[in-house]
């Protein structure tokens, strides 16, 4: 009796606990929102630029968070490791990148675009040569192993692939070359955006879209949707599971080469430990969109990068919070852990059953 | 070439039948590693550090571990049947991965590989080819050869001969990577000549090295005639127990004593061994027993540490002005209060994005802590300082500096291991590990989840919370960048590494973990690069850890392995290291 009493109270408290978490939230990101639109600091230009500058960002997550979304739907597991696959495209991106600035190829634009083709391709096949190393050593062995297993396996991987790029590259931050034609200003009316963000874009959405058509319409990935749903039966209608799996690693290690690429000519910015905060991010973003799902991670990548391009200045800087760009992946993790709490279905809804967790 | 060509000739009749292509793809595995060993920097980190003073570096020392395994591996499947067949097949593996070495020192004379790796330096293929620049392209591929075929002739030996060379060859590792804690007592008693005529500053001398391979090879001998283990396990428990008690004794005297006889470095070290000892215990509760993998665990680390601080602090930002002691309470109070703040929510979330959601509150806490937001009241990056220690003393005193810590942090560390002993065998204890193993089943026989997992998880924040308080104590200063996601990482690591659930697990997974890299500065950048290699083995090859606890080894198994298993390994798991038999009892 005493016992039941007790349980009743923890569910009240943990609901009124709930409710006022969410009060709070929605309470911040209201007041904040009207307090700094009324108090009119930024014109409409300035949330243009912001509004610009996510879309970037967000098909950059998109791009990294589809690893996660196909892995996931193949084998509930978070390929932790993912964002430091990512890191080694944007590395070999990078030395791709000095190689061709040193012959001269990024000065005009159809040698600097034909340059960037050769760096995403450089990027893909170091991100795909990693991501089937990882999968061979440390995944394949367990995949029969309890869901705590892998994922720590994941992280030993992750760990694994940071240091040795810092051992052999060191701790410095590598600057990707400019090219000169990406930083102008593109024609493009509200965004302000430059050509490279148009790149990033342009890229980020053929690719997905080529993606989307793959796994939807031709045979292989037909056969990884149907290891997905169901791996016993799929391996039964004569599918082969392994190659199924090893492909899906293959095809979201070759988008975050891409990505790697383009967050490199976007930030211009490289360094052995890049990965694994914006792996956390495009896994936030693939969870947003409903793991599993492979529109769910275009649309979640995009929904997280404006809320951290925007979200600081639109919901913070009104209550007069100082640096609040310091304060962007606070927003993002919070983020993070709302829809983790509140809706770990996502957005369009996951498209995994959950019984292995 | 020519000079590892000729044991193959020689084989070359014997050819038929040969796994060929087992030895190519080790040959190839082999090489792989000792080409990244050097281009990652171990080789070259460790080439300043001796092994064998004069003799062979610890760098060295990998290059011919690697030949030696993989010659060893390579000679497994023939020993049986032929033994120089066995040897032969580790020459050539052997000689296969010093070609790879080979291979680098040439490309790297020829193209500049520093453009990419910054390892490839001169200095690096000095070292490799024995400072003979190109036409000391053969010295690796020889070194190899040697190394393999010793590896190949070690596994071709009976098993009463090669046991005890292994554990030679193990002790001379250990005692010329450890020697120091030897050598720095007894340098201040009579037997500094001894001292100085074993060791070097660094490694062992060359007669140190002998006489240090002669005797463990000796006592491994005498080990498996009088096979001690056994007699003593077959003893009565009253007996046994007479016999353990005074090496217990001894040990807690060892322990007690240390780092007064050590000096300040290495009461350092051990502080922060005990310091890891404590957070380990904490993540015990909540990741070994309930099985919550928190990757935010730095998150209660940081309130404790905070809190100290703030309630203690001599600068601007101190709030009451405590004593060390009076604050320490608040720190574990703030930390479970913090924990249950964060649980509450997410504690209903699915195994593996709570990993996540832990990780994300974590990376909050540190980005708060650091941001001009808090600035005014947590110090932003400056943090907070003029934290004074637990025991103020004088500087001269016998407990001034990290010898005190050494002692708060390992009191702190036993009061919470007997706690979580006592924990484990309890009521609440079996529900988390019912948890553990099955969430619906644990709440079908009547337990409440949210209410259990809220206990594991504030507990394991009240003793992360602590830890922060001691470490404030031992640093006297808290900045945002000593919250780090590797810390969080760095714990769980000595958790899982240990053995989920077990308290001597813990322990030894802090001592090899945390000590080992302490002790070895030129290690630090490395120390992630071996975490993330222990993760992944002791999953792949050993997911119940190094010292595992009873359940927890059945349950990281599939049913499958389980049936694989000797009955007597579930049963009596705590006696692992005998009922292997022969093999196990002297390695």
Request: net charge positive; hydrophobic share 55%.
């Amino acid at each position: 009796m005493n016992q039941r009493r007790l349980d009743r109270l923890t569910d009240v408290a943990i609901d009124v606990f709930m409710w006022a978490f969410r009060a709070i939230i929605i309470l911040v990101v209201v007041v904040g929102s009207a307090l700094t639109l009324l108090g009119g600091k930024y014109t409409v230009d300035d949330w243009f630029e912001l509004v610009g500058r996510g879309i970037s960002l967000g098909s950059i997550y998109a791009l990294i968070a589809l690893g996660y979304t196909m892995v996931y739907g193949i084998l509930r597991m978070i390929n932790f490791a993912h964002g430091e696959i990512f890191m080694g495209g944007a590395f070999g991106g990078y030395f791709a990148a000095t190689a061709l600035a040193s012959a001269g190829a990024l000065s005009d634009v159809i040698s600097g675009l034909i340059a960037i083709g050769i760096m995403i391709m450089v990027a893909m096949a170091v991100s795909v040569g990693l991501a089937m190393g990882v999968e061979r050593v440390a995944y394949r062995p367990l995949r029969n192993a309890p869901p705590l297993v892998p994922l720590i396996s994941a992280i030993g991987a992750s760990l694994f692939l940071q240091y040795t790029a810092r051992g052999f590259f060191g701790s410095g931050i590598y600057a990707y070359p400019t090219v000169p034609f990406l930083q102008a200003t593109a024609p493009i009316p509200l965004l302000n955006l430059r050509w490279v963000d148009v790149l990033v874009i342009v890229t980020a959405f053929t690719m997905m879209g080529g993606l989307y058509l793959f796994v939807m319409r031709s045979r292989v990935g037909t056969a990884i949707r149907a290891v997905s749903e169901d791996k016993g039966t799929s391996a039964l209608m004569g599918i082969d599971a392994n190659r199924a799996i090893v492909l899906t690693f293959i095809i979201g290690a070759a988008l975050a080469g891409a990505a790697g690429v383009l967050y490199g000519l976007t930030f211009r910015q490289v360094f052995f430990g890049m990965g694994i905060y914006l792996g956390i991010k495009a896994f936030t973003a693939a969870v947003l969109g409903g793991i599993g799902n492979v529109p769910g991670a275009l649309l979640g990548g995009l929904f997280l990068g404006l809320i951290e391009a925007i979200g600081p200045t639109l919901f913070l800087s009104g209550f007069g919070v100082p640096s609040v760009t310091q304060l962007a992946p606070v927003v993002a993790f919070t983020m993070l852990v709302l829809v983790l709490v509140f809706r770990p279905s996502g957005i369009l809804g996951e498209r995994v059953t959950r019984s292995r967790v | 070439m020519s000079a590892a060509a000729q044991p193959i000739d020689q084989a070359a009749p014997a050819l038929a039948g040969w796994p060929l292509r087992r030895l190519l793809r080790l040959g190839v595995i082999g090489g792989a590693i000792a080409v990244y060993l050097c281009l990652v920097g171990i080789v070259p980190v460790f080439a300043q550090r001796a092994l064998i003073v004069h003799v062979v570096s610890i760098g060295q020392a990998a290059l011919l571990m690697t030949y030696g395994v993989f010659g060893y591996l390579a000679g497994r499947p023939m020993a049986e049947g032929s033994r120089p067949r066995a040897a032969a097949a580790g020459v050539f593996v052997g000689a296969m991965t010093g070609a790879f070495l080979t291979g680098l020192a040439l490309v790297g004379s020829v193209v500049d590989l520093r453009a990419v790796f910054l390892n490839a330096s001169p200095e690096l293929y000095d070292l490799l080819t024995d400072g003979l620049g190109t036409s000391g392209a053969w010295v690796p591929i020889a070194t190899g050869a040697v190394a393999g075929g010793l590896g190949g002739v070690l596994v071709g030996l009976p098993v009463g001969a090669r046991n005890p060379l292994l554990v030679g060859i193990g002790s001379l590792i250990l005692f010329s990577l450890f020697g120091g804690l030897l050598r720095t007592p007894m340098l201040v008693t009579p037997l500094a000549g001894l001292a100085r005529f074993l060791f070097g500053s660094d490694g062992l001398t060359v007669a140190g090295a002998i006489i240090v391979f002669v005797s463990s090879v000796a006592i491994a001998l005498i080990d498996r005639r009088v096979k001690p283990r056994q007699r003593v396990n077959a003893m009565p428990a009253t007996r046994r127990r007479a016999l353990v008690a005074p090496l217990v004794i001894l040990l807690l005297v060892v322990v007690l004593l240390f780092p007064l006889a050590m000096g300040d470095f290495f009461a350092q070290v051990i502080a922060t061994i005990a310091l890891f000892i404590l957070l380990g215990l904490g993540l015990n509760i909540t990741l070994g027993l309930a099985g919550l993998l928190d990757l935010g665990f730095v998150a209660f680390y940081a309130v404790g540490a905070y809190t100290v601080a703030l309630l203690t602090s001599n600068s601007v930002l101190g709030l009451a002005h405590l004593g060390f002691w009076e604050a320490v309470p608040f720190a574990i109070i703030f930390a479970m209060l913090f924990a249950l703040f964060l649980g509450l929510p997410i504690l209903r979330i699915r195994g593996d994005y709570l990993a996540i959601a832990t990780l994300g509150f974590g990376e909050i806490i540190r980005l708060l802590a650091g941001s001009d937001l808090l600035k005014g009241i947590l110090g932003g990056p400056q943090g907070i300082v003029n934290i004074p220690k637990p025991i103020p003393v004088g500087p001269n005193h016998w407990l001034a500096g990290p010898v005190q810590i050494y002692y708060i942090a390992l009191a702190f560390a036993a009061v919470v291991a007997f706690v979580s002993w006592r924990l484990r065998a309890s009521r609440l204890g079996r529900s988390w590990m019912a948890i553990r193993e099955d969430e619906d089943v644990a709440e079908g026989m009547g337990i409440n989840l949210v209410q259990t997992k809220l206990l594991a998880y504030m507990l394991g924040g009240g003793f992360a919370g602590l830890a922060g308080a001691i470490s404030v104590g031992l640093v006297g200063s808290v900045f945002p960048t000593s919250i780090q996601l590797q810390l969080s990482i760095n714990v769980v690591a000595i958790v899982i590494v240990g053995g989920m659930g077990s308290i001597p697990g813990v322990i030894l997974g802090a001592v090899v973990l945390v000590g080992l890299p302490e002790m070895f500065r030129e290690f630090t950048d490395y120390r992630l690069l071996f975490y993330g290699v222990a993760l992944m083995a002791v999953m792949i090859y050993r997911p119940e850890g190094l010292l595992p606890s009873r359940v927890a080894r059945r349950e990281l198994h599939t049913a499958d392995e389980l049936l694989d298993m000797d009955d007597a390994d579930l049963l009596a798991p705590e006696e692992l290291a005998s009922p292997h038999g022969e093999e196990g009892s002297s390695a």
